[in-house]
């Protein structure tokens, strides 16, 4: 299976250019479908330990449906596959950049959600514009054990993201664990209280604001994705579903750029344009090529669909 690693703010993507399995040809969607339900062990195995590693978000580069497209992408992290994904396409950009299949300029790239477009500054700098993000619900009140009451709001950025404006704990590098057992904690109340996106999705995406730690910074953020890891980068999605939170509170104005950081310190450029019922979202980030390899699955390997931890 021939590979492309890179990463985009100190998260990892992981692009298939050969050796995945047959999609079909059908929509985006359809074909991320056929991924999730017939080949999980498959997608698990590529970013999972020993073959991946942790926070890895995988991408199957398929044919476009649209002609305009020069590429089609599906997402996966070692939990599910996934609708969209900021970093990964920012990624996807530098990859095929790398691979000298698009130069400097703007370019369209088809995803199971939606086209989406992206500018190509240099070889590592790019911008995403993201689909339309709107917020569904806000102030969400929950009851979490230890923590006490958690507000937040009910967005969509390509992903379903519950958004905490004012952590619990503090957003700090020093503090992931207790970072990533809020946010699990949120996510099971969140289920407990059936709470979800449109037509009864699943909120795996868990955002945890705080102040940021520098002078330019807009806010700090963390975010728990569905395998649990959390996102090294201040991730493109979430950041969408945060800018359509600030554009309906009245918080920022459209194409005013704010910077976002992320747990580590890694950042975002953001900015938006007024939607129909929400925002289009621009993120503007760096990803650089890391490794070209050929993945050898051996159909002996004990752990070929990777590691699994179970009680």
Not at 13 to 21: A, H
Not at 249 to 275: C, K, V, W
Request: glycine share 10%; net charge negative.
């Amino acid at each position: 299976m021939h590979v492309i690693d890179s990463h985009t703010e100190g998260e990892p993507t992981r692009v298939i250019l050969s050796g995945g399995p047959k999609l079909g040809s059908g929509s985006l969607a359809e074909r991320a479908k056929i991924l999730a339900t017939e080949h999980e062990a498959f997608y698990r195995s590529v970013v999972s330990e020993p073959y991946g590693q942790e926070a890895m978000v995988g991408v199957m580069l398929v044919e476009p449906v649209d002609p305009e497209c020069v590429a089609g992408v599906i997402y996966f992290d070692a939990a599910e596959v996934i609708g969209m994904c900021g970093h990964g396409t920012i990624g996807v950009a530098a990859t095929l950049a790398y691979l000298g299949k698009i130069d400097i300029g703007t370019h369209k790239i088809e995803t199971p959600v939606g086209v989406v477009e992206v500018t190509l500054s240099d070889a590592n700098t790019v911008t995403v514009k993201n689909v339309e993000s709107y917020r569904l619900q806000k102030d969400v009140h929950l009851d979490i054990d230890g923590i006490g009451t958690v507000s937040g709001d009910v967005a969509y950025g390509g992903n379903w993201f519950f958004i905490v404006d004012k952590s619990p704990v503090d957003v700090k590098p020093n503090n992931l664990r207790n970072l990533t057992e809020v946010s699990i904690k949120i996510r099971h109340a969140l289920k407990e209280n059936t709470i979800s996106g449109t037509d009864n999705d699943a909120i795996e995406h868990i955002v945890l604001y705080g102040p940021a730690l520098t002078e330019h910074g807009h806010s700090r953020n963390f975010v728990l994705c569905p395998d649990n890891a959390y996102d090294r980068s201040p991730c493109g999605t979430g950041s969408s579903a945060r800018l359509a939170c600030l554009a309906a509170d009245g918080r920022l104005a459209p194409n005013t750029d704010i910077i976002q950081e992320s747990t580590i310190g890694s950042r975002y450029r953001l900015s938006y344009q007024a939607a129909k019922i929400g925002v289009i979202p621009s993120i503007t980030g760096q990803a650089f090529v890391t490794k070209e390899a050929n993945l050898i699955v051996n159909a002996t390997d004990p752990l070929k669909t990777g590691i699994r931890l179970t009680e």
